[in-house]
C-alpha cells in the first residue's frame, strides 16, 4: 500500500521520518535483490522443484513488524473499505501498520506452522477461516490462547465490519490482548 492509498483512510496529519523512510527503502532494495538473485549452489539447481517445498521459505508481508504482530486475514487481498477499518482496529489497539505483519492467507499457502514460528511473533491474530496448519491452535474465537505467542482468532474482517455485535465481542477481546483499559 502506498502512500497515496493510505491518504484515503487517514484523515489526520503524517510525519514521515526520514531516518525510518531510509530504512525501509534499503529494506525494500535488499527484499528486492534477494528475490531478484537465486542461490547459485548448481546441486540445487539440477533437482527438481518439487524437492524444495516453498514452506522453507519466509513469509512475504506487508508492514515493518517491529512490534511482532502477525495480522493474518482469510482472502486474497482486502478491499478498500476493509482496509480503512483493520487500520482503525489497529489504531485503536495502538498499533500502526509499521508494527505488524500483515499477511493474506494466500501467503500462508504450502507454509507450515514453523515458518510462523521462525518470526516469533509475541501475539498472532487470524481473521476468518484460513486454510493452513495454524487452524489447529484455534479453541473458539475471541478467546486468546497462549502457545509461545497469544493466539486470537476472530470471524472474516468483511463479517466484522457489517456486524456490530460481533464488533463489541471484538473489541472486548482486543482490550484483554493488549491490555487497554
Known amino acids: 500500500m502506498n502512500l497515496k492509498e493510505l491518504s484515503l483512510f487517514i484523515t489526520e496529519p503524517l510525519v514521515v521520518d526520514s531516518e525510518e523512510l531510509s530504512q525501509r527503502l534499503l529494506a525494500n532494495r535488499l527484499v528486492k535483490r534477494h528475490a531478484d538473485s537465486p542461490g547459485l549452489d548448481e546441486n540445487k539447481l539440477e533437482e527438481p522443484q518439487e524437492e524444495y517445498p516453498e514452506e522453507?521459505?519466509?513469509?512475504?508481508?506487508?508492514?515493518?513488524?517491529?512490534?511482532?504482530?502477525?495480522?493474518?486475514?482469510?482472502?486474497?487481498?482486502?478491499s478498500e473499505e476493509t482496509t480503512g477499518f483493520?487500520?482503525?482496529?489497529?489504531?485503536?489497539?495502538?498499533?500502526?501498520l509499521k508494527d505488524i505483519a500483515l499477511l493474506s492467507d494466500q501467503g500462508l499457502m504450502g507454509k507450515s506452522l514453523d515458518t510462523i514460528e521462525i518470526m516469533a511473533p509475541n501475539k498472532v491474530l487470524v481473521f476468518g477461516r484460513v486454510n493452513h496448519p495454524i487452524m489447529n491452535l484455534k479453541k473458539s474465537n475471541y478467546?486468546?490462547?497462549?502457545?509461545?505467542?497469544?493466539?486470537?482468532?476472530?470471524?472474516?474482517?468483511?463479517?466484522?465490519?457489517?456486524?456490530?455485535?460481533?464488533?463489541?465481542?471484538?473489541?472486548?477481546?482486543?482490550?484483554?490482548?493488549?491490555?487497554?483499559?
Open 56 to 78: 522453507d521459505s519466509e513469509l512475504v508481508f506487508e508492514g515493518e513488524f517491529q512490534k511482532g504482530i502477525l495480522v493474518i486475514y482469510q482472502g486474497t487481498g482486502l
Open 86 to 96: 483493520l487500520l482503525k482496529i489497529l489504531q485503536a489497539v495502538g498499533c500502526s
Open 143 to 181: 478467546e486468546i490462547h497462549a502457545e509461545g505467542a497469544e493466539y486470537f482468532f476472530a470471524d472474516e474482517l468483511g463479517e466484522l465490519e457489517k456486524n456490530i455485535p460481533l464488533k463489541k465481542k471484538l473489541w472486548a477481546s482486543l482490550q484483554v490482548l493488549f491490555n487497554i483499559k
